[in-house]
């Protein structure tokens, strides 16, 4: 176990709907990062926050949003689905905003979403 | 753009015998990288990294070589057990852009017994 805790684990749904994907970070740790995993793909980097403000964007849609709520869990909104947006969603979590030499992130076990 | 690339999608090697792990990239503002380790339907866990101001670091049987002039790192695992038997990914970042890691496609380890 991480301490990074990830729901659902998996979730299946149809196009078009919307679904929120929760992530507790590990205890003491203030950053929340948000990754993607396609099929045979790395994991593409989404988003960060750091003590509930956003702090980096990568290539998340528009589509996509997140937020970081005061106690510092943090939300993945996926909206308009489509077939594309199956994959693995990882959140990470680190203790502090990370410094060169020191990113070293901890993900959880990620959410598997179905877009049928 | 694919700024790490690992170009072995797998890997098999035998038990007690050396597994070399690959990962070329093309970002020359990249000043750290990372090996991460994952195991089915868990989360990729840290395993070993290493500095640009560095060429190897070791921790046990994991060694990273970094040949900065090829862009290119390398993980070694020796000896190689069956619990290594992952997919491994190659992790990036930069200076400017140390929130986030930029990650490889990722290589599936398997030892043979």
């Known amino acids: 176990d991480s301490g990074v805790t990830q729901t659902p684990k998996h979730l299946i749904t149809a196009t078009g709907q919307r679904v929120t994907l929760r992530c507790s970070p590990r205890?003491?740790?203030?950053?929340v990062y948000w990754y993607q995993q396609s099929l045979d793909q790395g994991l593409q980097f989404l988003i960060q926050?750091?003590?509930?403000?956003?702090?980096a964007k990568g290539n998340i849609l528009e589509r996509f949003s997140a937020q970081q709520f005061p106690d510092l869990h943090s939300e993945l909104n996926l909206s308009s689905l489509e077939l594309g947006d199956s994959a693995l969603y990882f959140c990470?979590?680190?203790?502090?905003?990370?410094?060169?030499?020191?990113?070293?992130?901890?993900f959880g076990a990620g959410s598997r979403l179905t877009v049928l | 753009d694919q700024q790490v690339k690992q170009n072995s999608p797998s890997l098999s090697v035998q038990e007690g015998r050396i597994s070399i792990l690959n990962c070329d990239y093309t970002?020359?503002?990249?000043?750290?990288f990372l090996w991460y380790k994952k195991y089915p339907a868990e989360g990729p866990t840290f395993l070993i990294s290493?500095?640009?101001?560095?060429d190897k670091n070791e921790d046990g049987r994991f060694t990273v070589f970094l040949n900065k002039s090829a862009k290119h790192l390398s993980l070694h695992i020796v000896p190689s057990q069956p619990g290594d038997s992952a997919v491994y990914f190659c992790?990036?970042?930069?200076?400017?852009?140390?929130?986030?890691?930029?990650f490889g496609q990722g290589t599936r380890l398997t030892i043979n017994p």
């Open positions: 990470a979590s680190s203790v502090a905003l990370p410094s060169p030499g020191a990113n070293v992130l901890t």
């Open positions: 205890s003491g740790d203030l950053s």
């Open positions: 926050y750091y003590n509930g403000e956003e702090r």
């Open positions: 970002n020359s503002m990249f000043d750290y």
């Open positions: 290493i500095s640009s101001i560095k």
């Open positions: 992790a990036a970042s930069a200076l400017q852009g140390a929130q986030k890691l930029v």
